[in-house]
């Protein structure tokens, strides 16, 4: 059973428009949360985190969302570019680092 | 620090045969992961060490699988006999595993082929 999910596979997004990406975990106990972003033929780089006890973290263009009483979690990309075209990767940690299965992200000019 | 470096980049294998994956962590990094990519399973955790230790080995598919560290720096990933459906791409990460410290680096990953 999957303790990370990731139920959109893809997502199709204008250029300069927000890219929503989502997330669900079956785990309470979970300590952070991480999205992780995939070139092809490269491994994941992390690109941000949030601890179980916040509800927003933000960098730059990427806001991470947490919402623990229905144990899921968004990440927003304002305003997309084309370069954020990636397979996208939710992660929790309880000690060990379990991934969802990815959403890919295409940003069209 | 050049990363975490796997080797090789891309295995091919006849079936039956036995293949063995590397992966060297980031110097001073305390936690190992090994990940399968799969289309139909994304990344899937194989293994987790912390410490050189294995600390939860319940993603190992079953008794072909196997993987050791022997020093705090190394790691391989050994699958004996190895059969088509081991096909994937093969990701390590490390990490230095401390309150408030959580991302890992990946490497570049090995691309299995069993024919």
């Known amino acids: 059973d999957q303790q990370v999910k990731q139920n959109s596979p893809s997502l199709s997004v204008q250029e300069g428009r927000i890219s929503i990406l989502n997330c669900d975990y079956t785990?309470?106990?979970?300590?952070?949360f991480l999205w992780y972003k995939k070139y092809p033929a490269e491994g994941p780089t992390f690109l941000i985190s949030?601890?179980?006890?916040?509800d927003k973290n933000e960098d730059g263009r990427f806001t991470v969302f947490l919402n623990k009483s229905a144990k899921h979690l968004s990440l927003h990309i304002v305003p997309s570019q084309p370069g954020d075209s990636a397979v996208y990767f939710c992660?929790?940690?309880?000690?060990?680092?379990?991934f969802g299965k990815g959403t890919k992200l295409s940003v069209k000019p | 620090d050049a990363g975490v470096i796997q080797s090789p980049r891309h295995e091919v294998t006849e079936m039956g045969q036995e293949v063995t994956l590397r992966c060297k962590l980031i110097?001073?990094?305390?936690?190992l992961f090994w990940y399968r990519q799969t289309m139909m399973r994304g990344l899937e955790l194989l293994i987790y060490?912390?410490?050189?230790?294995?600390?939860?080995d319940s993603g190992m598919p079953e008794d072909r699988f196997s993987a050791k560290m022997p020093n705090a720096s190394f790691s391989t990933l050994k699958i004996q006999p190895s059969e088509p459906r081991d096909s994937a791409v093969y990701f390590c990460?490390?990490?230095?595993?401390?309150?408030?410290?959580?991302?890992?680096?990946f490497g570049q990953g090995t691309r299995l082929t069993v024919v």
């Open positions: 992660a929790a940690l309880e000690g060990n680092l379990i």
């Open positions: 949030i601890s179980s006890i916040k």
């Open positions: 110097s001073g990094h305390n936690s």
């Open positions: 785990n309470s106990m979970f300590d952070y």
């Open positions: 060490f912390n410490n050189n230790v294995p600390i939860d």
């Open positions: 990460a490390s990490s230095l595993m401390t309150r408030g410290n959580t991302e890992a680096f």
